[in-house]
């Protein structure tokens, strides 16, 4: 099926809503959905809910709260505790799960305060072939996701962004801070916030798409492959390494294979 085909069936199927609550994160796939519902039913009819989450980079919020604007929609900054909860805190490795219950449990709580019986995601219909743990916890809340419903792929949504003028068309794939920190290693707030530190110095360096994991004393960076020609700079390099020991990072590595965008 065209993509313009399943977005007919998308408008069709957000129509039957009527009114919605949308999970928003301010990335590619929630981004398209909020904007489509927001025209379609009206922005009265349809409410942003963001979890603001120690594990979301506080330039990913800002950016979130300027999509939302731009769409036209009403959005609600949504508290999360997932960090006080000592099973996520442990970070083993159903974490993910975790994470997305308490999170998605907590907009769904806020959804019906606000009156909406209908609380959407932005899943995709490419998200059915990947592991993502965190789709359990969206079916056991009763959540709905429409792109995957309608089989809107990622480049499908990527090229519907495009032609809708969303900022968001090439945005990179952005995981949460969490997913940086290996299964096992306690999950605290002054950790993520190091981790968030360290990726923000690395873009104002000139990379465009990346991960740091953290592993203690040591920083793993893995980079998208245009990437590489920064490291090129032996002044850029000196700098890199002596900014993230600074930040506490005895030992900084990179990985060659590289980062693949989502």
Do not use: W
């Amino acid at each position: 099926m065209r993509a313009d085909n399943k977005l007919r069936k998308l408008e069709t199927l957000l129509a039957e809503f009527k009114r919605a609550a949308i999970c928003f994160s301010g990335g590619v796939d929630s981004c398209l959905l909020l904007k489509i519902a927001t025209d379609l039913l009206g922005s009265e009819n349809v409410t942003a809910l963001l979890a603001d989450t120690p594990s979301l980079p506080r330039s990913e919020l800002d950016s979130a709260r300027k999509l939302a604007a731009l769409c036209g929609a009403q959005l609600v900054e949504v508290q999360t505790c997932e960090i006080d909860d000592p099973a996520y805190v442990a970070n083993p490795h159903n974490r993910c799960y975790i994470c997305k219950k308490i999170i998605f449990g907590r907009l769904r709580s806020e959804a019906r305060i606000r009156g909406h019986d209908i609380l959407l995601d932005g899943s995709n219909y490419d998200d059915l072939n990947e592991e993502r743990p965190g789709r359990r916890a969206v079916a056991e809340l009763g959540i709905q996701s429409p792109l995957e419903h309608v089989r809107l792929t990622k480049a499908e949504i990527r090229s519907l962004s495009h032609s809708l003028g969303l900022p968001t068309a090439d945005k990179p794939a952005l995981a949460c801070l969490a997913t940086r920190i290996p299964t096992g290693h306690c999950i605290t707030r002054d950790l993520l916030a190091r981790i968030e530190l360290a990726e923000q110095f690395l873009r104002d360096a000139g990379f465009k798409q990346l991960r740091l994991r953290d592993y203690g004393d040591r920083a793993h960076l893995e980079l998208a492959q245009d990437d590489f020609n920064v490291l090129q700079n032996a002044a850029v390099r000196a700098r890199i390494v002596a900014s993230l020991k600074k930040m506490g990072y005895a030992k900084v590595f990179l990985d060659l294979d590289p980062l693949m965008r989502g």
